[in-house]
Nanobody, 129 residues
Framework: QVQLVESGGDSVQAGGSLRLSCVVS????????IGWFRQAPGKEREGVAQ????????YYADSVKGRFTISIDDAKNAVYLQMSSLKSEDSAMYYC??????????????????????WGQGTQVTVSS
């Protein structure tokens, strides 16, 4: 079973930036699709960004395109989410999660949360206007 530990959440002003980190351990890093998800109070968990660690291909939700960047550091088994131009609606608990990719397959849609079986404990992001 893979373990994921998030960090980097904080309280910031609207327009500010944050970088979230997710350190992954327990299995071959390049076998996974790693996603960042968020959940605000009273709302469903939603996918924000995902990266195929094998080839570094990123995927983004429309709501964050152009503002968020997902990246990986293979040496540290880490996935980062650089968030810029933050808005109050970005406030949420942010989680990273892993999907163990079947060899030869692509990463699943972020809308299908059932495909992501391992989750971190989350890190809180609060954006004040």
């Amino acid at each position: 079973q893979v373990q994921l530990v998030e960090s980097g959440g904080d309280s910031v002003q609207a327009g500010g930036s944050l970088r979230l980190s997710c350190v992954v351990s327990g299995y071959a890093f390049s076998s996974y699709c790693i996603g960042w998800f968020r959940q605000a109070p009273g709302k469903e968990r939603e996918g924000v960004a995902q990266i195929d660690t094998r080839v570094g291909r990123p995927y983004y939700a429309d709501s964050v395109k152009g503002r968020f960047t997902i990246s990986i550091d293979d040496a540290k088994n880490a996935v980062y989410l650089q968030m810029s131009s933050l808005k109050s609606e970005d406030s949420a608990m942010y989680y990273c999660s892993a999907h163990l990719r079947v060899p030869g397959s692509n990463c699943p849609s972020m809308e299908d949360l059932s495909q992501f079986t391992d989750w971190g404990q989350g890190t809180q992001v609060t954006v004040s206007s």
